[in-house]
């Protein structure tokens, strides 16, 4: 009798515990409307080592790591859930010299590479976004056998987290200069200041909490070593499952071909050097079908067009943020813009503003009184997207029509 009554107290604890997690933990982002197919686990191991709950996984409900993901991940304080919003600072590419194939290309100016401007602006965001275009491995890693190898000095991390950054890709075709060494002292040197990212094969994804909102962030690049922009089932699976659990998702993608011939979205594939760097236009759509809230671009190394999707803010290329040496900053591929982004706690675009910015070489990045970048962005979405919901003003104001 007393063995009966014991399983009968367990079933109702199960029972319990299951119930609590399906009404709390588990409610989708109100963008994912869908149900998720199931994962394929065997590549779910590949891609990360970190456990993770999703809708459909078996769960041993006696284990400290479902203790860790109740605490972690669900909320009892009803007032955590009312609406609020975020404001997200976005930045295209970033790299703070290099020492390959000398430490000439380090630079000089350190702190200074982001003016004081660029910082008050950056720091206004809730989260300060850019795309870290390789290495920061000081005197560690073996490079790459290829034109151009980016490593740059263990002090970076710190420049990054005084500007403001708190998030960034590391998908893209400089992840892996400086080999497996060169990626763990990248993580160790952005874990040390305290800055998110996301992107490597075993580090694919992050999620955190920022104004009481959950935040999950995906990478993705089509070159070797990251996750792969082209295995699109495993990316709508991870992207599903990331809205499920966090409030707000946010894809990064490293896509398009490269330089100033290249400003203009196609709407199909595009090549570069023998290289399918993919669909900006359309990846952008299915990752938001999938769950996304926000994508942010970037790769060409120039920018690119604004749009919106069902309501969800997409950049498809946020240009040459900081690059200090061997990247061509002339011309167009010298501007950029700081996207201000405000969303509302469910993902939804509320309003924007674009602020100009201009590399001046050896000097780091500036305010451009001058707006070059917002004229080129006011003229490119014009050009490729005639049909979006955007509006943007002669003072960078965005809103939806």
């Given at each position: 009798m007393e063995k009966k009554i014991n399983k009968m107290l367990l079933s109702i604890i199960l029972f319990k515990v299951i119930f609590f997690l399906q009404s709390c933990s588990l409610q989708p982002n109100p963008r994912y409307n869908t149900n998720p197919e199931k994962a394929n686990k065997n590549r779910e191991v590949h891609y990360e080592n970190n456990?993770?709950?999703?809708?459909?996984?078996?769960?041993?409900?006696?284990?400290?790591?479902?203790?860790e993901i109740i605490s972690q991940n669900i909320d009892v304080d009803d007032t955590k859930l009312e609406s609020s919003q975020i404001r997200i600072m976005t930045t295209g590419d970033i790299m703070l010299g290099t020492r390959i194939p000398n430490e000439s290309y380090y630079p000089t100016v350190g702190d200074a590479l982001f003016s004081d401007q660029v910082k008050t602006i950056l720091k206004r965001g809730d989260i300060v976004f850019g795309n870290l275009e390789g290495a920061i491995?000081?005197?560690?890693?073996?490079?790459?056998?290829?034109?151009?190898?980016?490593?740059?000095?263990?002090?970076?991390?710190?420049?990054?987290?005084?500007?403001?950054?708190?998030?960034?890709?590391?998908?893209?075709?400089?992840?892996?200069?400086?080999?497996?060494e060169g990626c763990i002292n990248t993580k160790k040197?952005?874990?040390?200041?305290?800055?998110?990212?996301?992107?490597?094969l075993d580090y694919p994804s992050t999620s955190f909490?920022?104004?009481?909102?959950?935040?999950?962030?995906?990478?993705?690049?089509?070159?070797?070593?990251?996750?792969?922009?082209?295995?699109?089932?495993?990316?709508?699976?991870?992207?599903?499952?990331?809205?499920?659990?966090?409030?707000?998702?946010?894809?990064?993608?490293?896509?398009?071909?490269?330089?100033?011939?290249?400003?203009?979205?196609?709407?199909?594939?595009?090549?570069?050097?023998?290289?399918?760097?993919?669909?900006?236009?359309?990846?952008?759509?299915?990752?938001?079908?999938a769950?996304?809230?926000?994508?942010?671009?970037?790769?060409?190394?120039?920018?690119?067009?604004?749009?919106?999707?069902?309501?969800?803010?997409?950049?498809?290329?946020?240009?040459?943020?900081?690059t200090y040496s061997r990247v061509n900053i002339r011309g167009v591929n010298g501007i950029a813009p700081i996207l201000e982004l405000v969303l509302d706690r469910n993902g939804e675009f509320q309003f924007?503003?674009?602020?100009?910015?201009?590399?001046?070489?050896?000097?780091?990045?500036?305010?451009?009184?001058?707006?070059?970048?917002?004229?080129?962005?006011?003229?490119?979405?014009?050009?490729d997207i005639p049909e979006t919901d955007l509006m943007i003003d002669e003072n960078g104001f965005i809103t939806v029509k």
């Open positions: 456990y993770s709950l999703t809708a459909d996984e078996e769960v041993d409900f006696g284990s400290e790591e479902l203790e491995c000081g005197e560690t890693g073996k490079p790459r056998n290829k034109k151009y190898v980016f490593a740059m000095p263990d002090v970076a991390a710190s420049w990054l987290a005084d500007a403001g950054f708190n998030l960034l890709s590391v998908a893209n075709n400089h992840a892996g200069d400086m080999g497996d040197m952005l874990e040390n200041y305290k800055i998110k990212f996301a992107g490597y909490i920022t104004n009481d909102i959950r935040i999950g962030f995906v990478a993705t690049s089509p070159n070797a070593g990251v996750v792969y922009l082209h295995d699109l089932d495993w990316l709508t699976s991870k992207v599903r499952g990331l809205a499920l659990q966090n409030d707000i998702v946010i894809v990064s993608m490293h896509i398009g071909a490269e330089g100033k011939d290249h400003q203009h979205i196609t709407r199909k594939d595009e090549k570069f050097l023998g290289e399918n760097r993919g669909d900006p236009y359309h990846f952008a759509r299915k990752m938001i079908d769950g996304a809230d926000l994508v942010l671009g970037h790769g060409p190394h120039v920018t690119r067009a604004i749009d919106i999707y069902k309501g969800r803010f997409i950049a498809y290329s946020l240009g040459n943020f900081c924007g503003s674009i602020h100009s910015t201009k590399q001046i070489s050896r000097q780091g990045v500036r305010i451009d009184h001058q707006n070059e970048v917002l004229k080129k962005i006011i003229q490119l979405t014009n050009d």
